[in-house]
């Protein structure tokens, strides 16, 4: 575990924390007045390898020989230049630390970290931190890595969990869940949707599933996966009787057939590795997936009514009224999208690139 503490002055400013991975959804833009709740569980960090935020240079601004250096091999609307390397973390870990008033921003109903950093150490006054809780923007802290350091603690250093053991004992993601918005003259008000945990998710993998498709059609499993991908597919690839099969696989699953050519498998969500099959001549493309949106790709949990006598007990599902589901098909995460394509050093084959230049016209504006 760490405790993170300012470079100027050597005060504590975080309780002890453990390392994960970054969640897909940490840069996802979600809606318009939603109220997201906050990004890491407590007690844990994330580093985020990419800048984040000002300043900005436009794309005609930038050598191609600089981007692809950053890791970015097709055009972006802008690049950030900012320190990269920030450690997110819960709004409640921090400790030390005090707002700058001045440095509020551009937001409407929080704090969106466009000035730069807006949390100051108590005791030296450095600016260390960038707090953001804006509207349609997930709830977090960025600890600056220029002006914090990551110091270990003593205590119990728990080993990340097995394979197995997340297979088991693993939390599930659901697909669907209430989002609060700010509303109106009556309060906050709610809407059911799909989860925008599940459209990130589906944005990284969209790119990859791309990527894997080498320009033919795919098919991915019947179900909640085809719910997910298949329109998008059958709309960004060409029609063809010839298909590249997508399965699900991964721990507790049974090993896929030889001739599969695309996994959907999970992500580690301490360590950020992708789960691999044990046989070392496969040779289909992985797709990465978090944890728990995989985990209920591959056992589903059905709100169907239980029978019952007598009175229902507490946790019977009911089917007055029906469970409530979203008003619109299934879209990934444009931004998502976008982020994870333009880092595949693939995407600078021409079908790619087209792809990235049509996402704003009506041929996949109903897919994002």
Not at 267 to 283: E, F, I, K, L, N
């Amino acid at each position: 575990m760490f405790v993170f503490v300012c470079a100027g002055c050597g005060a504590e400013l975080t309780i002890p924390l453990s390392q994960v991975s970054l969640p897909v959804h940490a840069r996802q833009h979600y809606g318009n007045g939603a109220q997201l709740p906050v990004l890491m569980e407590s007690g844990t960090f994330a580093v985020d390898p990419d800048p984040w935020g000002g300043p900005w240079r436009l794309w005609d601004e930038v050598d191609p020989g600089e981007a692809e250096a950053r890791g970015i091999y097709a055009p972006v609307h802008a690049l950030s230049d900012g320190t990269p390397g920030a450690s997110v973390i819960a709004p409640g870990d921090i400790r030390g630390t005090r707002l700058i008033p001045e440095k509020r921003g551009g937001a409407c109903c929080g704090l969106d970290g466009a000035d730069g950093p807006n949390m100051a150490c108590e005791a030296c006054d450095l600016p260390v931190a960038t707090r953001v809780d804006d509207c349609s923007l997930w709830q977090m802290v960025r600890l600056g890595s220029d002006v914090v350091h990551r110091v270990p603690v003593e205590g119990i250093h728990a080993a990340p969990f097995s394979w197995a053991e997340l297979a088991e004992t693993g939390e599930k993601t659901p697909p669907f869940e209430p989002i609060a918005t700010w509303g109106g003259r009556l309060g906050p008000n709610h809407y059911w949707s799909w989860s925008p945990r599940w459209e990130a998710a589906a944005g990284q993998a969209l790119a990859h599933l791309l990527i894997a498709s080498q320009g033919q059609p795919v098919k991915v499993p019947d179900g909640l996966t085809a719910d997910v991908f298949q329109r998008a597919l059958d709309a960004l690839l060409p029609a063809d009787t010839l298909k590249r099969r997508a399965v699900l696989a991964g721990p507790g699953q049974p090993s896929p057939d030889a001739g599969v050519d695309i996994l959907l498998v999970p992500v580690h969500p301490q360590t950020g590795r992708t789960w691999t099959p044990a046989d070392p001549a496969a040779s289909a493309y992985l797709v990465p997936l978090p944890l728990g949106v995989w985990l209920w790709l591959v056992s589903p949990e059905r709100n169907l009514p239980v029978p019952a006598s007598g009175r229902i007990a507490q946790d019977v599902l009911r089917d007055d009224p029906l469970p409530l589901l979203p008003n619109h098909l299934f879209r990934a995460d444009r931004g998502t999208f976008q982020h994870t394509l333009v880092r595949l050093p693939a995407v600078r084959s021409p079908w790619l690139r087209t792809i990235l230049e049509n996402l704003t016209q009506s041929t996949s504006a109903g897919l994002f």
